[in-house]
């Protein structure tokens, strides 16, 4: 099968394209200019999708599209036009790939979304597909807008388009704060996590999404729809800091502090929205896309976190 992967270079798409290369599929690379294609792609697409008005061309002898390109979700940003940076690169660039996709006959479509559509937090079970969403900031609902604009075009048209919406992503190459955690988890000295034991958050492995994805791409075209994904093991923020710990062959003892103190202490640094995720619940419920696509996770999260720290300090 021959994929179009937009966003070939970032963290996920690059797990991708090897994944499916190793796979059989021939891998169309679709990255911003000067950047260097993963060596598992056969064909690359230069450019800014956001300046592209015209993606026939893009999408031209291509089975299937795995869309990745966003603009992704930056707790400090505090830009005057952020809505209209997240609607030009998650709604109309998916829009304009989406509707040149269906006008060529591509049936299989995967895009990436968020958790965050359903919300920030859950009390008591994790989210469904069947939950109301509840976007909280503009990032995501610009990824709300980009899966009714999907589903709007799938009813419309043969395309079969499916959107992901994932939690917590970690794995070789990961950034941003689950980076910032690891190497904290890293230094010989306490901590002050231990006391968050009561919260539950889902995690995603790559290995885990791109497997997912070629479970998907493996399938006749089943869609519309929005699935939820997880590994299926979901922790609380002490439990993940001593796992990764462990994998890190840190032994220092944490110091215990109930959340109620911690979230003080964090909005007096003004680091309260921080605080927040790491004492608050987010999970997931996996169960619809594993019998869905009769799947299942072929790493578990102590696994997954092993690889992510193995090339963490790999780069040392």
């Not at 603009?71 to 109309?92: G, K, W």
């Not at 807008?145 to 709007?152: D, K, S, W």
Request: aromatic share 6%.
């Amino acid at each position: 099968m021959k994929v179009l992967v937009t966003g070939a270079n970032g963290f996920v798409g690059r797990a991708l394209c090897r994944h499916l290369a190793a796979e059989g599929h021939s891998i169309v690379a679709g990255i911003r200019s000067g950047e260097t294609a993963p060596r598992w792609t056969a064909t690359r697409i230069y450019g800014d999708l956001e300046n592209l008005e015209d993606f026939t061309p893009v999408v031209k002898d291509v089975d299937a599209i795995v869309h990745l390109a966003a603009r992704v979700h930056v707790m400090s940003e505090n830009a005057l036009n952020t809505d209209d940076l997240y609607q030009r690169a998650n709604v109309d660039v998916t829009e304009r790939l989406a509707r040149a996709a269906a006008s060529t006959g591509i049936e299989h479509f995967i895009f990436l979304s968020s958790i965050k559509v359903n919300g920030e937090k859950t009390t008591g079970h994790g989210f469904t597909e069947m939950d109301i969403p509840a976007p909280e900031d503009a990032y995501s609902r610009s990824k709300l807008e980009g899966e009714q604009i999907l589903r709007n075009i799938s009813e419309n048209s043969d395309l079969a388009a499916i959107s992901l919406r994932i939690p917590l992503l970690y794995g070789p190459g990961v950034s941003a704060n689950f980076a910032a955690l690891m190497r904290l988890c890293d230094v010989p000295i306490p901590l002050p996590f231990s006391g968050i034991t009561g919260n539950r958050r889902s995690l995603l492995f790559t290995g885990n999404l791109v497997s997912a994805i070629g479970y998907i791409l493996h399938k006749p075209p089943i869609g519309p729809g929005n699935y939820l994904l997880s590994d299926g093991e979901d922790l609380s923020t002490a439990d993940l800091v001593k796992r990764l710990r462990r994998s890190q062959n840190r032994r220092t003892p944490d110091l215990q502090i109930p959340p109620s103190i911690f979230l003080a202490l964090a909005k007096l640094g003004r680091k309260r929205a921080l605080a927040n995720r790491l004492c608050d619940s987010l999970q997931v419920n996996p169960t619809r896309f594993r019998q869905t696509f009769d799947w299942t996770p072929p790493f578990s999260v102590d696994q997954g976190l092993s690889a992510t720290v193995a090339w963490h300090r790999s780069r040392r």
